[in-house]
């Protein structure tokens, strides 16, 4: 029994130390990434002469904010005045409070035989009661001691702030997403890390040593097998790499209604899609050129290893009467993976003279400092669309070997395959650009074989809901909310807020040209003539088989169609305008709950030193503990607002997504067999747009959220209820205004 206690005792002996040192490696390995960044450097970060929080502080208590330590003597502000009178009275009851607990701790050391008695600690109370008094001493300018620190730590919390907002900016300009798309976290699946473009580069590879080793039996190259045609540049028209003799290969190339995959901010995509010129498309699609270029050279490296291989087996097993080899698959796939690893550091060095954010915008926003975060939100969000886009810029087709076409491999591609050889044939090239010994090789490769989709029994395969019934109806509204996203996040991913800025748009135009279209008839010149030409094909139609649609759009349908082009123009106007406008309301009603919280702690940090004089406990007292926890709130606040709006960006992002990748089920279990007529398509996109709305304002109030939560682990009763209670004003005062211009806008339209 002593035996194990004493092994027990030599464990717990090194089991100390041993966790000492962990914790000090692990602590100079953090340390290794980056320093903390010192107090001078805190206070460095604020511009003070642009900084807008800053601003706000120097324009209130004057030299106070500026250095809060060095403005000794009387005020010279009204507020320095104010304070002056408010902190000395609590210095006045102070000193009483501080008088009592003296006289009672010396009857109480009488009596209990004990200095100061059981309840107070004779080691802590002098050293509380100098902080307490030093604390409270107005010499600064009419502010106490205690009120210096307080706007002291609000300035490095300041600092603090306006280091997050520089690393944030600076990484979105060298294009750091904030959500990583399909292609940049799974580019095995898509781009040119394609499982097919790998397959494809090997079988071409292959086609050309198989050539050249036709030629030179004894001694064939091996060096250069694709023919490097690849170009970073905008609007290349050939942009491969393929195969001599036709083998084959990869291309790169763009949509048909643009060079490239890429976000842009002129022609088709700019007339139908919100962009903003802050952000820098060119320079985003650039880079997203030359990464894409670049992992095509860095897997084509890869596989020639493969390919070379492979083929010295083919033919060793030829000489030998062994087994091919079979497709490497194993070894395709660690190429493939081998530039997925390397896809942070193709970016790095390819990064353009031209940042994502325009440099004057980068800035304007380090100039204004972190409070103005909430005003570039857009900025943010569709610089991180564009980079999310750019990440798979290239559309990437195959070129099997034996012919000038793309396609995939498969059955089908086995037809084509032939197709393009009897073509060859009937001109007599069949045979000239492979020999027998290519196709004999080809050959030997295990064909991979694509399984066909089952077929649809709908009439059209996408009337096919995700529960298997067919419905036209469900498959419009789809096509519809689909419409409404319209990428707006970049490569398939949904941001809420530009969506909601799209159809918003969309539903603010029809009703003005219908309006203007319908006032235009009565003008004189054009006017007169158009509504002639007009009444001349309504006489046309009512005397033909239209006449009966005529009939029905009649002085009733028309004011019914008035009332409801109101009803469009005004949920349009909520859509375009309000929505866009609540990451900046929400920021800045979350900065003025911060500037009530930091008020509120300059105002009491005198009764937190007044506190100080308690003679009870241990410590500093329990009754000082809400003066270092709103310190440490003050300091730590900013920057867990600038970390919240870019979670909130994120999360808005994906969840909208996932919002929308779950819509079509939820569709097609709500309606299942139903009709879905449309009235029904004009519910599910009232349905669709409302929930965009609520998940807009739900989601920025992390803004809220995330800094009161995190600092009640600290303490209690720290969260920015006024910002919050304007906030939700804000929105009910919108619903309310939403209601009465409806109500008012239709009325006003004539039946």
């Known amino acids: 029994m002593k035996a194990k206690s004493s092994r027990m005792s030599i464990c717990r002996s090194w089991l100390t130390p041993a966790f000492l040192v962990a914790m000090s490696l692990l602590t100079q390995a953090a340390l290794a ?44 502000t009204l507020l320095g005045h104010v304070f002056l009178i408010s902190n000395l009275v609590i210095m006045a009851l102070g000193v009483v409070w501080f008088t009592y607990n003296v006289g009672a701790g010396i ?27 030093a604390g409270m001493l107005p010499v600064f300018g009419g502010f106490s001691a205690a009120q210096a620190v307080m706007m002291w730590t609000g300035l490095l919390g300041i600092g603090a702030a306006n280091m997050s907002l520089h690393a944030s900016i600076d990484a979105a300009a060298n294009y750091a997403p904030l959500v990583q798309s399909e292609a940049m ?21 292959v086609c050309v040593l198989a050539n050249r080793a036709y030629d030179k039996p004894d001694g064939y190259s091996t060096a250069n097998l694709l ?75 890869a596989v020639n290893v493969v ?54 915008v980068i800035k304007t926003i380090k100039r204004d400092g972190w409070a103005v975060l909430g005003a570039w939100n857009s900025t943010f969000a569709e610089a991180n669309a564009a980079i999310v886009d750019a990440a798979n810029v290239y559309t990437v087709s195959v070129t099997s070997p034996g012919n000038r076409v793309g396609f995939s491999f498969g059955e089908l591609g086995d037809q084509i395959r032939g197709l393009g050889q009897r073509a060859l044939s009937a ?51 789809l096509y519809m909310i689909d419409g409404i996203s319209a990428n707006s996040g970049g490569q398939g991913l949904v941001n809420p807020i530009i969506a909601a800025k799209n159809v918003g748009d969309w539903l603010m135009t029809l009703p003005q040209v219908a309006y203007f279209a319908n006032k235009l008839k009565n003008l004189p010149g054009p006017g007169r003539a158009v509504s002639a030409a007009a009444e001349a094909a309504g006489k046309i139609a009512t005397n033909r088989a239209m006449s009966s649609l005529a009939k029905l759009m009649g002085g009733d349908a028309i004011a019914f169609l008035e009332k409801l082009g109101m009803a469009m123009f005004i949920v349009g106007a909520v859509l375009a305008i309000y929505v866009p406008f609540i990451p900046f309301l929400t920021w800045m009603t979350s900065i003025i709950g911060y500037f009530t919280t930091f008020v509120e702690g300059l105002v009491a940090m005198q009764l937190g030193a007044f506190s100080h004089l308690s003679g009870e406990g241990d410590g500093m007292g329990s009754r000082t503990e809400r003066a270092y926890t709103h310190l440490l709130a003050v300091l730590i606040r900013p920057t867990l607002m ?64 995330i800094p009161d939560r995190s600092l009640g682990w600290i303490g209690s009763q720290l969260e920015a209820r006024f910002g919050r209670e304007m906030d939700h004003k804000i929105e009910s005062m919108t619903h309310t205004s939403m209601r009465w211009a409806g109500t008012s806008g239709i009325g006003m339209v004539k039946v």
């Open 33 to 76: 990434q980056q320093r903390p960044p010192t107090t001078g450097e805190l206070e460095q970060a604020i511009n003070r002469d642009t900084d807008k929080s800053y601003e706000v502080l120097r324009m209130v208590f004057g030299q106070f904010a500026q250095n809060p330590f060095l403005e000794v003597g009387t005020p010279d």
């Open 107 to 133: 009857l109480t050391s009488a009596h209990e035989g004990r200095v100061l008695g059981q309840r107070m600690s004779s080691a802590w109370f002098p050293v509380r009661t100098t902080v307490g008094v």
């Open 185 to 205: 976290v799974k580019p095995l699946g898509s781009g040119v890390l394609a499982a097919d473009v790998a397959d494809a580069l090997f079988m071409s590879k």
């Open 227 to 301: 023919v490097d045609n690849l170009s970073s540049d905008d609007g290349k028209r050939r942009n491969s790499l393929y195969g001599e003799r036709l083998c084959g290969g990869v291309n790169l190339s763009g949509n048909k209604f643009a060079t490239d995959n890429a976000r842009s901010d002129s022609g088709l995509q700019s007339m139908l899609a919100y962009r903003v010129a802050s952000v820098d498309y060119a320079a985003i699609a650039k880079a997203g050129r030359q990464a894409s270029v670049t992992q095509l050279r860095l897997l084509s490296a």
């Open 307 to 360: 390919a070379i291989d492979w083929f010295s087996g083919y033919q060793n097993a030829l000489k030998n009467g062994t087994k091919i080899p079979d497709w490497p698959t194993k070894n395709l796939e660690l190429s493939r993976k081998g530039v997925n690893f390397a896809w942070k550091e193709i970016i790095a060095p390819l990064v353009p003279k031209g940042s994502a954010i325009r440099e004057k």
């Open 427 to 477: 001109v007599g090239l069949g045979d000239v650009p492979q020999t027998d010994v290519v196709r004999d090789t080809l050959a030997a490769l295990n064909s991979k074989r694509e399984t066909a989709e089952s077929s649809s029994e709908c009439l059209f395969s996408s009337w096919e809901s995700s529960t298997g019934n067919c419905s036209m109806g469900q498959a419009i509204a």
């Open 642 to 705: 600038v970390v919240s709006f870019f979670i909130a960006n994120a999360m808005l992002i994906m969840l909208g997504t996932l919002f929308n990748q779950m819509f079509a089920a939820a569709l097609a279990n709500v309606q299942g067999n139903s009709v879905t007529g449309i009235a029904t398509i004009i519910g599910v996109l009232a349905v669709f747009m409302v929930w965009q709305v609520v998940m807009v304002q739900g989601i920025y109030n992390m803004v809220y959220e």
